[in-house]
């Protein structure tokens, strides 16, 4: 029977995990790696690291379970910038991370140059540091690296690049759709952007190959585990993971609630033009081929949690807040807005704050703990609200994870306040499952991205609640969020 390796290489660590037909999880090794940040605002990785602690994971999983896996499938840390030298395989310096922001002033400029409009209608994106554009162009502003880089011997790529660069021997330089429309560099759903790459001055001739996210594009180096082996897959992390939980359907969405919140909504096969404040972004269909999501995050959802633990000291720990939250028939009309660092999309105002109303007497440190569940709920109710306006899509169902998810409660009241189930799945590292289905469906494992999501086990919670008191929930909610507002913009006028 065969097995599926998934690679999942991380911002801090790199995972290889064995994926039976069945749909059940073999094993899994994984290694953690340095995180270096040479001065303020600037975070690297050593991608040498990021290549052998994957390689590591993976031999050590095959020795000691034994697997002969059908194939692999990469899923990795997205917008993370590589460049090597095509012949010796050596990086010519460190992977910039996506959470570095030394193109700040470059991004500004450029927005003040009036150039964001050509960005967001041809990648979907913001023109914002945190993609690999402008990341890229720092890399090559020596002239003796662009001149090598003009003349071919040089390769970018974001991290499934530079795997497959090197699991290969160099034989390859490909990405896929869902990480190349991470680069800012990739008209959605077709191909590099001439325009885009004359705007931040790279040369075509660094650039990966666009192969589909679900096929075979070559095999490993036949030395590194023992045989050659089928590279079958490779998504970015937050895609891999709707895949994973098979939302490849329009309207499908799973939202993954930890420190912030993050949410990808599968739109069709045509690119949607994102609401202010979201990205569109590439996806994966049904049948493995290219789709699109609208991609959107709300910026504080479990932190509420850790504010309340740490900050206040109202809670000992972040699952205490469901005892409390049940010890309370209702939220006695006390709303909490997170906006420690602004509100994000639907509103965009940065110089919101966090706001608590609805205080009386009576409210209790379980009325403050409910509330602050409550608002990781109506945020994520109302990103994906924006997500669907105007468009014909409607939410069948919510797909979950994330290290919150573990409370009931607010998995049963977001179920209550979406009025649309929410789906927990039992197995939780759905960015994995994602990179092994896409691998799988490359080489017959599973027929179809359904075949495999029907392995997959999920708790179902069903909305109780009527329309009437979702309406109710919602109207105090949005008042909430009105004097959020109100407040901001009286202090700044
Ligand atoms: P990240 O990947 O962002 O570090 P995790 O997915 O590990 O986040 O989730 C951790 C977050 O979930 C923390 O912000 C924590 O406060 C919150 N959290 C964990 N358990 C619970 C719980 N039972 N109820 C509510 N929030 C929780």
Not at 200 to 225: C, D, H, K, N, W
Not at 254 to 278: D, S
Not at 406 to 414: C, I, K, P, S
Request: proline share 6%.
């Amino acid at each position: 029977m065969p097995s599926i390796l998934a690679l999942d290489q991380g911002t801090t660590s790199s995972r290889a995990v064995l994926i039976h037909e069945d749909g059940t999880v073999l094993g899994q090794v994984q290694y953690e790696f340095a995180q270096h940040f040479p001065s303020p605002g600037h975070v690297e990785h050593d991608p040498r690291d990021l290549y052998h602690t994957t390689i590591e994971a993976a031999r050590e999983l095959l020795a000691k379970t034994g697997e002969k896996p059908a194939a692999i499938g990469i899923t990795n840390q997205r917008e993370t910038t590589v460049v090597w030298d095509r012949r010796s395989l050596e990086p010519i310096g460190p992977a910039i991370v996506w959470q570095d922001r030394r193109t700040t002033e470059r991004c500004a400029a450029l927005k003040a140059a009036g150039v964001e409009p050509l960005v967001r209608s041809r990648t979907g994106l913001v023109l914002d540091p945190y993609f690999s554009a402008t990341k890229l162009e720092w890399m090559l502003r020596d002239p003796a690296i662009r001149r090598r880089a003009e003349a071919g011997e040089l390769a970018f790529g974001t991290v499934d690049s530079w795997l497959v660069a090197r699991l290969t021997g160099g034989r390859l330089h490909v990405t896929d759709p869902t990480n190349a429309s991470r680069t800012m560099l990739y008209s959605l759903g077709r191909s590099w952007d001439a325009e885009l790459l004359q705007l931040f001055g790279i040369p075509a001739a660094v650039l990966p190959e666009i192969r589909p996210s679900s096929g075979v594009v070559g095999e490993t180096e036949p030395g590194l585990f023992g045989r050659p082996i089928p590279i079958g897959g490779i998504a970015g992390d937050q895609q891999a993971a709707l895949v994973g939980q098979g939302c490849v359907r329009p309207g499908m969405a799973k939202n993954t609630y930890g420190t912030g919140a993050f949410l990808l909504l599968y739109a069709g096969a045509e690119p949607p033009a994102p609401p202010p404040g979201l990205l569109a972004t590439a996806a994966v269909d049904a049948t493995g081929g290219t789709g699109f999501a609208l991609e959107g995050s709300v910026f504080i959802a479990g932190a509420v949690m850790q504010w309340l633990r740490d900050g206040l000291g109202l809670l000992a720990t972040a699952a205490e807040s469901e005892a409390l939250a049940r010890s309370v028939p209702d939220n006695a009309g006390v709303y909490f807005v997170p906006a420690f660092v602004g509100l994000g999309s639907p509103h965009w105002e940065p110089d919101a704050r966090g706001t608590l109303t609805g205080l009386t007497r009576g409210t209790t440190r379980a009325h403050l703990a409910r509330a602050g569940l409550e608002s990781m709920a109506f945020s994520s109710r109302e990103l994906i609200a924006s997500m669907v306006a105007g468009t014909p899509l409607s939410l069948p169902v919510l797909r979950v994870d994330g290290g919150a998810t573990a409370n009931d409660w607010l998995m049963q009241f977001q179920a209550d306040v979406l009025g649309v189930p929410v789906e927990r799945p039992e197995y939780v590292e759905t960015t994995v499952l994602g990179a092994a289905a896409l691998a799988g469906l490359a080489v017959g494992v599973w027929s179809s991205i359904d075949e495999f999501v029907g392995t997959r086990r999920y708790r179902r919670f069903t909305p109780q609640a009527g329309a009437d008191q979702r309406a109710k929930w919602v109207r105090g909610w949005d008042r909430a969020v009105g004097a959020a507002l109100h407040w901001a913009r009286g202090s700044t006028g």
